[in-house]
């Protein structure tokens, strides 16, 4: 019998070596490092929305601490699984705030944030959705937005699951 959330942390796995291995942190951490040494006299602020077990945000307090810079960083995310699969990791870093909330009703002062960031969320989303997700961000964030996500098609889809997909005589055995 599979225990309480091994499917999902098996999943939020794929998804935190596809973040590393196709540049999604990378990215993420790039616009990151280009506004903290604008940040001055206090702690840098990161909200990662969408941020699951705070994969992220981890990384980010690691950059932050290797740097000797103060950093704030606020996981966001509606399910309370992903949160408690992080609870371990982010433990280590009292630099760390994990929040149940959802995107659309961030709970975040106007402003309060030097970057908001969302990785592979939005594209779970309907157009009016993400819209109003985005929304809230940019009413959150002191200017900046970073989002990595996918685009919506069907031949992106088809990519990710080749064999579902394509016909058996297509494909190599």
């Known amino acids: 019998m599979e225990r309480f959330g091994d499917g999902h942390a098996a999943s939020l796995d794929d998804i935190d070596r596809l ?3 196709f540049g999604g942190y990378a990215l993420t951490l790039r616009e990151i490092r280009h506004i903290a040494p604008l940040v001055r006299g206090r702690s840098f602020v990161v ?5 699951g077990r705070g994969d992220l945000a981890v990384r980010v307090a690691r ?3 290797r740097g000797d810079r103060r950093a704030f960083i606020v996981v966001v995310d509606r399910d309370a699984t992903s949160l408690g699969l992080g609870a371990s ?3 280590a870093y009292g630099e760390i705030v994990r929040v149940r909330a ?6 975040i002062r106007a402003a309060s944030a030097d970057v908001v960031t969302s990785s592979l969320v939005l594209h779970h989303l309907g157009p009016d959705a993400v819209v109003a997700r985005l929304a809230e961000m940019a009413a959150a964030s002191r200017g900046v937005v970073v989002v990595n996500d996918l685009l919506r098609a ?3 889809w088809t990519l990710g699951w080749p064999r579902d ?7 190599a055995s």
């Open 19 to 21: 973040n590393a291995w």
């Open 63 to 65: 950059w932050a601490r």
């Open 47 to 51: 909200v990662d929305v969408g941020g």
């Open 89 to 91: 990791a982010c433990a």
């Open 102 to 107: 959802d995107a659309s009703a961030l709970l």
């Open 165 to 171: 997909f394509w016909p058996p005589s297509l494909l």
């Open 154 to 156: 069907w031949w992106s």
